[in-house]
């Protein structure tokens, strides 16, 4: 005989899952009811932004438009576009968890918690960036964006970070704003100014700089060296004397130690054979590669020299030298090496760096800036050779003058060439005449130019 509390439970249930049934398919018709309202509520406006970072994504505007419109709300886009509303908007494109069903679509396919590349409205204050940010900026906010000017009072930009914040920065100023910068001639009051020039160059100056540090702090990242960790000796047993004394007669734990010791050893011997192999730079490579060089060499023996005097390496040494262990004798040969290398990039860092701000007018100045500190340039170059332990020989100085004179001859090949936006044959030949009359002020040259434009060669 059935039991009527089992079949009247087993009622409660089927009721409770039909209740529970009923409820999620209430709320995905109100999610898919407002996702619908959202896209009543676009305008060419929205499908021209959409439309250029489809085209920057290599996607179609439909796929970005659907992504768009599983956020919850359009306010971000109200506050954009109105009257005295926000300077930016700004869209993410990386990976993430799929949307749940407050979007008001559903991905057929997916599990919960899987995820997709996706693009989506977000405040980089909410999201950690770990891909793509595009987006959206206006210069004024006196007027609405509508359909009609969306494509005049709003620029749009992408900071792709895949390879790192500072890289990504440093790609976006240094590829994007620096070529908008120094092709912009309407500076406003700047160009009324007294000082205008001047101000303008010192803020190209000042951008340059910037993109260097970032290059640098970018440059030291990646130049350290790390050493394997010693992931299977619990060196909290390895403080006291008493410790140390211990280990250094258990043969198993000095085994151990020696191994670790070793895999450090042919770790550091692999990076100076690499930085004791010819450098491998272009002909035509300018100064701040010298520097840029140096800096790097500099983080990588600084990164070893730390782990050499952490903690963890000193205890190795401490036990083995208890020990009177044979695998000292190599590590010694080492770290002297070390040393000495450490050394020879911090003294090339300190002199460089005393040239690099005198060299920044062979990348940024005109002929006529460059001559004026030539004088300058050459007796900084003077008291590093005279001054330098590393820098005081022939070889060393004749490569660095050769660096020099690269970039000299870089710049009046751009001073010549507008930054190589135009060849020679094609300006006008007084224009030609009066750049290189600014350094080389001789009727020959003026004469051999226009008998070459006239016949053609």
Known sequence: MADPSSASERGGQASNLHMVQENLKEKQAMYKEAREARKAQLTAAHRYMFGIMADRLALKAEVVEEFVLDSPSFAPFENFFAKGGRKTISFIYQETEVPGIECGR?????TKG??????????????????????????????AITPKNVHEETCFLMLDITEGLLKGTSNLLSKVFTPAIYTT??????????????DKQDFKDTMTGYIT???GIQMNIEGMVHLDPASDIDFSRLVSFEDRKAAAADLDMVHKLESILMTW????????????????EADSSGPLTEIDHWKRMLAKFSSITEHINGLCCKAVINVLNINQSKALKMWKEIDARITECTNEAKDNVKFLCTLEKVCQL???????????NIQELTSVIGMIHNV??????????????????????????????????????????????RKIQVRYPCKNVSQHILECKEEGI
């Open 106 to 110: 559903t991905f057929h396919g997916l």
């Open 114 to 143: 899987a995820k997709i590349t996706r693009i989506f409205l977000a405040s980089l204050s909410e999201i950690p960036l770990k891909g793509s940010c595009l987006f959206f900026v206006r210069t004024k906010t006196d007027v």
């Open 185 to 198: 001639e309407n500076w406003g009051a700047l160009n009324q100014s007294k000082h205008g020039e001047k």
């Open 213 to 215: 540090f970032l290059d």
């Open 265 to 280: 050893y042919k770790q550091i011997e692999q990076v100076l054979i690499e930085s004791d192999q010819i450098r491998k």
């Open 362 to 372: 062979l990348y940024s100045g005109d002929p006529v800036t460059m001559a004026k």
């Open 388 to 433: 330098s332990q590393y820098y005081n020989t022939s070889e060393r100085i004749t490569s660095l003058f050769k660096k020099v004179t690269n970039q000299m001859v870089a710049a009046c090949r751009n001073y010549i060439t507008d930054n190589g936006t135009s060849r020679v044959w094609d300006q006008d030949t007084q224009d030609i005449i």
